[in-house]
């Protein structure tokens, strides 16, 4: 049942929420990050990740999301704080919210931890610096069944709040790894996963003509610098998205999601 209600924003736990909403270093320390919205906490709690603290404002939330709160975590221990309005929009990260902010444990693993399927198919992002982006790319991920996203020296926290927002919550539902570049290549290598790289070189291969039935890592970089060219020199093969008009590149997310459907079409044929 809920505690009393916080009606101050000078309250220590609410300060504690701005830390952990601000600063990357915070979340890294505490071992936890922020989940708002009731669709992206149930797809949380259901790809088991463990909630330690739920903080509900009556008045955004109403009666039915503080019943679907309670049938998903009574019993388990779980902290319950009621925040006024006034307090909750201090420290709720987006417009319209719903009034409903966790504090959960993200789950961190390496890629020595990631069981691999007989037939991976990873997406592999090098230095993403764009929570949104890495939020996109981890939907497209969990709709086309993506074995894992790896990231190459990430310049953003994976488990940003704002990432696992744009993730809808697939933030938890599919395995995100932190690596280094040469960690990433051998493990490629070891496992022998094929690696292609998204970008534009005069080796370059439009990505229908290439085959993603195997083991298959797709790599891609960021929208402003694309790869860096020690990983494009070091993947099997460059791969493009032909462009028909103007412009020479697609959004990383979108041409992301591009390379993964083709990927997944192939293997489905």
């Given at each position: 049942?809920?505690l009393?209600?916080i009606?101050?924003?000078?309250?220590?736990?609410i300060k504690?929420?701005?830390?952990?909403q601000?600063?990357?270093s915070?979340?890294?320390?505490?071992?936890?990050t922020?989940?708002?919205?009731?669709?992206?906490?149930?797809i949380?709690h259901?790809?088991?990740?463990a909630?330690?603290a739920?903080?509900i404002?009556?008045?955004l939330a109403?009666?039915?999301?503080q019943?679907?709160?309670?049938?998903?975590?009574g019993?388990?221990?779980?902290e319950w704080?009621?925040v006024?309005?006034?307090?909750?929009?201090?420290?709720?990260?987006?417009e319209?919210?719903?009034g409903?902010?966790?504090?959960?444990?993200?789950?961190?693993l390496t890629?020595?931890?990631?069981?691999?399927?007989a037939?991976?198919?990873l997406?592999?992002?090098?230095?993403?610096e764009?929570?949104?982006?890495?939020?996109?790319?981890l939907?497209t991920?969990?709709?086309?069944?993506a074995?894992?996203v790896?990231v190459c020296?990430?310049?953003?926290?994976?488990?940003?709040p704002?990432?696992?927002r744009s993730?809808i919550?697939?933030s938890?539902?599919?395995p995100?790894?932190?690596?280094?570049?040469?960690?990433?290549l051998?493990w490629?290598r070891?496992?022998?996963?094929r690696?292609?790289?998204?970008?534009?070189t005069d080796?370059a291969?439009?990505?229908?003509?290439?085959?993603f039935?195997?083991?298959?890592a797709l790599?891609?970089?960021t929208?402003?610098d694309g790869?860096t060219?020690?990983?494009?020199?070091a993947?099997?093969?460059?791969?493009?998205?032909?462009?028909?008009g103007a412009i020479?590149?697609?959004?990383?997310?979108?041409?992301?999601?591009?390379l993964?459907?083709e990927?997944v079409?192939?293997?489905e044929?």
């Open positions: 049942m809920p009393d209600p009606t101050s924003p000078q309250n220590p736990r504690n929420l701005l830390k952990l601000q600063k990357s915070e979340r890294r320390a505490q071992g936890l922020i989940v708002e919205g009731l669709r992206e906490l149930t949380a259901g790809a088991g990740v909630v330690t739920l903080f404002c009556p008045d109403g009666a039915q999301h019943q679907a709160l309670r049938e998903l975590f019993g388990q221990g779980v704080f009621e006024s309005r006034a307090v909750f929009e201090k420290v709720a990260y987006r319209g919210s719903d409903v902010l966790a504090l959960v444990k993200p789950p961190l890629l020595e931890e990631l069981p691999l399927p037939n991976p198919l997406l592999v992002l090098e230095a993403v764009k929570p949104g982006n890495l939020g996109a790319i939907r991920a969990d709709a086309a069944q074995t894992a790896i020296d990430p310049r953003t926290d994976l488990f940003n704002n990432a696992i993730s919550g697939c938890f539902t599919v995100t790894i932190a690596t280094s570049r040469p960690e990433l051998a490629c070891h496992h022998g996963i690696t292609y790289a998204a970008a534009l080796a291969v439009p990505y229908t003509t290439c085959n039935r195997g083991p298959t790599v891609m970089g929208e402003a790869l060219p020690e990983l494009m020199q993947c099997d093969q460059t791969i493009i998205i032909p462009m028909r020479d590149s697609l959004n990383v997310s979108t041409a992301t999601a591009i993964t459907f990927a079409r192939q293997r044929v």
